[in-house]
């Protein structure tokens, strides 16, 4: 599965952004997607996921009631609506694919990786 993540940008506190992160291959309905954030100096930790099917959605405290994750298998992209945004929202975002078990929440069980998108978010 091959990645690439887009719709990062500059944009004000409070204001919205919409990550896209769109998959190359057949497999892609087969995989749990994971969208996580790296600030500079900080790891790289989840923002949310979301199940192969789309059925069961995961989100670090963060980001609740802010962020959305989707998914359309038919168009093979997942995405992640970002509201309300915060500064310490800025980061660059990356998105993941993984098959199997797991609480979604770690690198580790990701095995692939997109490039990633950068967000930045002023006060």
């Known amino acids: 599965v091959q990645l690439q993540a887009f719709g990062g940008g500059f944009v004000q506190a409070g204001g919205s952004l919409r990550l896209s992160c769109a998959a190359s291959?057949?497999?892609?309905?087969?995989?749990?997607m994971g969208w996580f954030r790296q600030a500079p100096g900080e790891e790289r930790d989840i923002v949310a996921a979301i199940s192969w099917s789309g059925g069961v959605t995961y989100y670090a405290d963060s980001v609740k009631g802010r962020f959305t994750i989707s998914r359309d298998n038919a168009k093979n992209t997942v995405y992640l609506q970002m509201n309300s945004l915060k500064p310490e929202d800025t980061a660059v975002y990356y998105c993941a694919a993984r098959k199997g078990t797991g609480t979604y929440a770690h690198t580790y069980e990701y095995a692939y990786w997109g490039q990633g998108t950068e967000v930045t978010v002023s006060s």
């Open positions: 291959g057949r497999t892609f309905s087969t995989h749990d």
